[in-house]
């Protein structure tokens, strides 16, 4: 596709239930990154794919966040038993290069706002 | 832990007036970004800056990358309304990393009040 796809773009669960949000990256983008945003706040690191393989997975705040992308393209990202806490909006960003110094920066899906009730 | 300090977090100005934000850190960086996000989209790359000292002008917008690649500034002339939205800084190479992990601020909110 043209961008970043992400869904479903909004989630609403009940305290305790799973999640899983898709991402959709520009198709033979190599790199692929979920952020976490607060209301207001700036994105924060959770996690990068370089194809299928999860290089860093540094930013997930809990062993309740998993993240994979089984087949180099589309990405997932799962939180088990959600906690208020994790309301937020998860980004997904990927870029064409597979290392080296991400001079032309990224191109951001418009987010997953999830709402823990 | 490499942190950028944005500020103003907060910028409420009348149309036609000028502006600066700032982007600071003690941490070197391989190069800067500048995006912008309008709210319910993810952000929008405007400008990566990657030499120190280096300027990049984008029609009203003029970015500035300090000598030391610690530091950065955007500067809006004469804001228009349609420049409301939320300004992110985001430093590249954080944590040592080679593949471009990004660190951001944490975001001005600009309004430009017609």
């Known amino acids: 596709g043209a961008g970043v796809s992400q869904s479903p773009r909004y989630k609403v669960a009940k305290r305790g239930q799973d999640v899983a949000l898709r991402c959709d990256p520009i198709?033979?983008?190599?790199?692929l990154f979920w952020y976490q945003q607060a209301l207001g706040q700036g994105p924060e690191f959770l996690t990068y794919?370089?194809?299928?393989?999860?290089?860093?997975k540094s930013g997930l705040p809990s062993d309740r966040f998993f993240a994979e992308r089984p087949e180099g393209s589309v990405s997932t990202l799962k939180i088990q038993r959600t906690q208020q806490e994790d309301s937020a909006v998860y980004l997904c960003?990927?870029?064409?290069?597979?290392?080296?110094?991400?001079?032309?920066?990224?191109?951001f899906g418009s987010g997953t706002r999830l709402t823990v009730v | 832990t490499q942190l950028l300090e944005q500020s103003p977090q907060f910028l409420s100005i009348q149309e036609g007036e000028n502006l600066t934000v700032y982007c600071n850190s003690s941490?070197?960086?391989?190069?800067l970004q500048w995006y912008r996000q309008e709210p319910g989209e993810g952000p929008v790359l405007l400008v990566t800056?990657?030499?120190?000292?280096e300027v990049k002008k984008l029609k009203r917008l003029t970015f500035q990358f300090g000598d030391a690649r610690k530091d950065s500034s955007l500067h809006i002339t004469a804001a228009q309304p349609g420049d409301t939205g939320l300004y992110l800084c985001?430093?590249?190479?954080?944590?040592?990393?080679?593949?471009?992990?990004?660190?951001f601020g944490q975001g001005t909110i600009l309004t430009v009040h017609p």
């Open positions: 960003a990927s870029s064409l290069q597979s290392g080296g110094r991400s001079n032309y920066g990224y191109t």
């Open positions: 985001a430093g590249d190479n954080s944590g040592g990393t080679s593949y471009g992990k990004l660190t």
């Open positions: 198709s033979g983008h190599v790199s």
């Open positions: 800056v990657v030499t120190g000292g």
């Open positions: 941490s070197v960086f391989s190069s």
């Open positions: 794919f370089q194809n299928e393989a999860q290089l860093d």
